[in-house]
């Protein structure tokens, strides 16, 4: 890994990633280590659980997320995360923002040194 790799896949996530969560709950209702397991795959959004229930309790206190407990065959109760109205918007909003800028990002990246 080139030095400081890391560092940018951080700052990277830290844009992304609640709307990242914001989209899966786009769906439905999800289980929070349900999330995790999505995000976590590969690696590239979240390398652990550990950042997911921080970021699922900012958007339930900014009102983009609404919880539910449901009782579990498997254990404790389980609390399920789901989408506000406040959240698809602000999702939409990300979404009219993230798809120039992704653009832009790609363009600049594949631009070539003879600008001829």
């Not at 992304?16 to 999330?35: K, M, N, T």
């Not at 449901?70 to 918007?89: F, I, K, N, Q, V």
Request: hydrophobic share 40%; glycine share 8%.
């Amino acid at each position: 890994m080139v030095p400081g790799e890391e560092s940018m896949r951080s700052n990277l996530r830290r844009g992304a990633l609640e709307y990242c969560v914001l989209a899966l709950l786009r769906s439905g209702r999800w289980y929070g280590l349900d999330i995790a397991r999505v995000l976590t795959r590969d690696g590239v959004l979240m390398s652990g659980e550990g950042t997911l229930y921080p970021l699922l309790a900012r958007l339930r206190k900014a009102g983009l997320v609404e919880t539910s407990w449901e009782e579990s065959a498997a254990g404790p109760p389980r609390r399920y995360y789901s989408l506000t109205e406040d959240g698809e918007r602000a999702l939409a909003a990300f979404t009219r923002a993230w798809h120039p800028f992704r653009d832009a990002v790609d363009a600049a990246l594949e631009q070539r040194a003879d600008l001829s």
